[in-house]
């Protein structure tokens, strides 16, 4: 089954795309293969300009289109998700989601940010076709601290809860009951980043 990770932060390193790092780390340990789509990676130009003839972004388009779960991790900011996944989510199709399951993620400052994801972002992904949104995973920057050397680490609450949207996401593909499935095996530390960021992303 084909999954697809979407990180929208426009920064790098950044929290968000350590919490999608988390969530790929769970499904691996589930069998399962995701693969990353990362926004910021995308030609900004044809971005901005909504150029569906450029490669790239015909290629980005059809990753969504194949995918039967998309991850999204989004970073919060003003009160709504990142431009970079609006113009994003502006490219696709108006039924690019329909028939997907599709999981929610995001980092902002204070637990308060917990609410653009209802306000916000689950409109637009609605809009899209997606009836099938799991409860969505936030951290706020308290809970995603800086390792010593780089890269990110987790509160025992997200990483509960990262295990926990894995395993949601794994049973509803089709995947073993949750009492079937192996104990959680230990959990390796996330690729280190270069350097702290400045921003929540």
Do not use: N, W
């Not at 917990?114 to 409109?123: C, N, Q, T």
């Not at 010593?148 to 395993?167: K, N, P, Q, S």
Request: aromatic share 4%; hydrophobic share 50%; proline share 7%.
């Amino acid at each position: 089954m084909s999954i697809l990770l979407i990180a929208a932060s426009p920064t790098s390193p950044s929290r968000s795309a350590a919490l999608l790092a988390g969530a790929g780390r769970e499904l691996g340990l589930l069998g399962l293969a995701p693969q990353v789509l990362s926004l910021r990676e995308l030609p900004a130009h044809a971005l901005l300009l909504a150029d569906t003839r450029h490669a790239a972004i015909q290629a980005a388009v059809r990753q969504v289109a194949e995918a039967r779960a998309i991850v999204i991790a989004t970073p919060i900011y003003k009160a709504a998700y990142s431009g970079l996944l609006k113009v994003f989510l502006d490219l696709l199709p108006p039924d690019a989601l329909r028939g997907k399951t599709v999981l929610p993620m995001a980092t902002g400052g204070s637990p308060a940010h917990l609410l653009a994801l209802d306000y916000a972002l689950h409109p637009v992904l609605s809009s899209l076709g997606a009836r099938d949104v799991l409860d969505a995973v936030f951290a706020a920057d308290a809970q995603v601290g800086h390792r010593e050397g780089g890269g990110y680490h987790f509160d025992a609450d997200i990483e509960r809860r990262l295990d926990a949207a894995a395993r949601a996401l794994h049973t509803r593909l089709g995947g073993a009951r949750l009492v079937s499935l192996p104990p959680a095996a230990p959990r390796a530390p996330l690729a280190a980043q270069a350097s702290p960021e400045r921003c929540s992303a």
